[in-house]
Structures are given as structure tokens and as C-alpha cells.
């Protein structure tokens, strides 16, 4: 009789350290994107869809069964300590306002444009050291494969400033205008019409999760 090899489980393997921060994030209560009051921290986020714009209805209509707790983002993001970009110390992740401010430019950005209702999204948020912000930002990615991370890029993006404008329209802004610094970029060659047939091939692709869930039967 043959027998398979077992695998022991090992908590501190790379995934499964990243397993319990995504699976933290997902645990967290659901706010309302344009309503979240001020707070403290460092870390990583999600943003879901759950309004009725027709294209994005097959990852909204799993978020509109129970809005207090969506499934599948549109974007996962992080909020880095300030100067974690350059290589310096770790600092307490407490001490910041970054997560709250990345969170808040997400709002403003949505509130700019016309096509879409910041009351049609919600927001998980975790704050966490930043040694574990890009392991369990890089799963929530895998799992979910978010619409503004892969397909509809730019939403994240910030105003590059006067005498950079040479740069193509981000993606994000060609489907939803509205932001006055995008409006200054160059136009994109494809059009909206184009993007949203782009968009509904790509959510025609991907499998939608059962479960939010990273850890436990059929988290993945």
C-alpha cells in the first residue's frame, strides 16, 4: 500500500503569514466609504462595489446580498508609514494617519465623477505593521483579482504635478471622468465603450469566491 507524503503545517511559512493578515482584513466590520471617521494607522485596505452601474453588476450583486458585509473588492490598497519608500526605520504604525488619508483621497476621487455614488461603496481596513502590509496585500490581489488594481488601473494614482501631464489619461479616468488633473493628461487611444467591453471579458473570466475567508475549508 502506498502511502502520500504529509506535509507538517508551518505557521511562520511566507503564505500562511500572509493568510492570517489578509484574513484579519476580511474579519474587519464594514464602513461606509464616504462616512468613516478619523483614525490612526498604517496598513491595508479593500473597497467594494455594491451600486448599479451595469458593468460592474457581477462583482456588486455578490456585495448588495448583505451590505455590512461585502465580498468581493474593486480595489485593495495599502497606507504606508511615511518615508517607508525610502528605506527608513519602521515606525509605529499607531502614529500615522495614512491608512485614513489614503482611504479619504479614495472617496474624493470617487466623489469627482459623475458616473459613479460614493454611497455605493464600503471599506474594510487593517492597521498593521508594515513588515506584513505587502504579504497580505498581495493575497487579497491573488484571491479576488480587484477591477481597479488589474484592468481599470489609475484609480490609486495621485496628481503628478504641473509639466507631467504628457502621460496618457489613466485608464480609470477615461471610464469614469471627473478628476481636473486627469483631465490635463493625454487622451487614451481606446475609448470608454472599449474599456467596458474589456471590463465585462474580464469579470466573464474570473471565478467569483464562495467565501471571503483565507483560512479554513475552501478558502481558497
Not at 464602513?31 to 460592474?56: C, D, N, Q, S, V
Not at 485614513?100 to 483621497?105: A, I, P, Q, V, W
Request: aromatic share 10%.
Amino acid at each position: 500500500m502506498s502511502t502520500s507524503n504529509v506535509i507538517p503545517f508551518n505557521p511562520l511559512d511566507k503564505k500562511n503569514l500572509g493568510a492570517s493578515v489578509a484574513e484579519a482584513l476580511v474579519s474587519q466590520k464594514a464602513h461606509p466609504l464616504g462616512a468613516l471617521p478619523p483614525f490612526m494607522g498604517t496598513g491595508i485596505y479593500a473597497i467594494y462595489y455594491h451600486g448599479a452601474y451595469e458593468p460592474y453588476a457581477p462583482i456588486a450583486k455578490p456585495n448588495q446580498h448583505d451590505k455590512t458585509k461585502p465580498l468581493i473588492p474593486i480595489y485593495v490598497g495599502k497606507a504606508v508609514p511615511q518615508g517607508a519608500r525610502k528605506g527608513k526605520v519602521m515606525l509605529d504604525p499607531t502614529r500615522s494617519k495614512a491608512l485614513f488619508g489614503r482611504l479619504s483621497e479614495h472617496a474624493e476621487s470617487i466623489s469627482a465623477t459623475p458616473t459613479l455614488s460614493l454611497g455605493d461603496f464600503s471599506c474594510r481596513y487593517l492597521v498593521v505593521d508594515e513588515i506584513w502590509i505587502p504579504l497580505g496585500e498581495s493575497l487579497m490581489i491573488a484571491k479576488f483579482s480587484p477591477l481597479w488594481n488589474l484592468l481599470v488601473e489609475g484609480f490609486g494614482n495621485h496628481d503628478p504635478g504641473s509639466g507631467r501631464y504628457q502621460g496618457l489619461k489613466p485608464r480609470w479616468d477615461a471610464l469614469h471622468p471627473g478628476r481636473a488633473w486627469a483631465e490635463k493628461c493625454r487622451p487614451r487611444p481606446e475609448s470608454a465603450a472599449e474599456i467596458v467591453r474589456d471590463v465585462q471579458n474580464h469579470l466573464a473570466s474570473i471565478i467569483v469566491p464562495q467565501t471571503p475567508h483565507f483560512i479554513g475549508p475552501d478558502s481558497f
